[in-house]
T-cell receptor, first 111, second 114 residues
Framework: NAGVTQTPKFRILKIGQSMTLQCTQD?????MYWYRQDPGMGLKLIYY???????DKGEVPNGYNVSRSTTEDFPLRLELAAPSQTSVYFC??????????FGQGTRLTVV | GENVEQHPSTLSVQEGDSAVIKCTYS??????FPWYKQELGKRPQLIID?????GEKKDQRIAVTLNKTAKHFSLHITETQPEDSAVYFC?????????????FGKGTHLIIQP
């Protein structure tokens, strides 16, 4: 599982609802990321964290929030879901200077 | 910020032939260039990467070349096999190990024809 667990795998949300995507890694890596992947597109960075207590915006942060209270966990919060947030979300982690390991993804549909 | 362009969007080759996918980047400070393979419905997985102090790197049938002057890098797959069919993404970052995340190209759908 590349040392990372993402839940849920699938979710359907109604417009305006909120949810949290969970991400937990067990490799004690400092760096963690959230990406979204729209059909036929590459991955776009939503938020990233270089360590517990530190988070930063990526390319497409609007409509999302994150927290990093521990090294292991990096949840992504969607507030007031919109159809434009329909996507596949990937959590990833890496250690300094090494490859990024991706979770299995969460397929989210907002209707 | 960084911008990564990837071509072609779709590439169909005969089994056994070679495949080449090309990417260009905009940020001259970028120094780490990974390539990811993503099979349908699966997570992206790293297949090879290269750093800016190296011009070429090989791993069995896969190679990556980097031209820093022209700001482009390419993935070469030789003796293609059916299991090479997937979407391939290039990426770039200026933070060496990707501390501030990767900028991805839009992907190339590689189809291996039997």
């Amino acid at each position: 599982n590349a040392g990372v667990t993402q839940t849920p795998k699938f979710r359907i949300l109604k417009i305006g609802q909120s949810m949290t995507l969970q991400c937990t890694q067990d490799m004690n890596h400092n760096y963690m990321y959230w990406y979204r992947q729209d059909p036929g597109m590459g991955l776009k960075l939503i938020y990233y964290s270089v360590g517990a207590g530190i988070t930063d915006k990526g390319e497409v942060p609007n409509g999302y929030n994150v927290s990093r209270s521990t090294t292991e966990d990096f949840p992504l919060r969607l507030e007031l879901a919109a159809p434009s947030q329909t996507s596949v979300y990937f959590c990833a982690h890496s250690n300094r200077g090494t490859e990024a390991f991706f979770g299995q993804g969460t397929r989210l549909t907002v209707v | 910020g960084e911008n990564v362009e990837q071509h072609p969007s779709t590439l169909s080759v005969q089994e056994g032939d070679s495949a080449v996918i090309k990417c260009t980047y905009s940020d001259s400070a970028s120094n780490y260039f990974p390539w990811y393979k993503q099979e349908l419905g699966k997570r992206p997985q790293l297949i090879i990467d290269i750093r800016s102090n190296v011009g070429e790197k090989k791993d069995q049938r896969i190679a990556v070349t980097l031209n820093k002057t022209a700001k482009h890098f390419s993935l070469h797959i030789t003796e293609t096999q059916p299991e090479d069919s997937a979407v391939y993404f290039c990426a770039a970052t200026r933070s060496g190990g990707g501390a501030d995340g990767l900028t991805f190209g839009k992907g190339t759908h590689l189809i291996i024809q039997p």
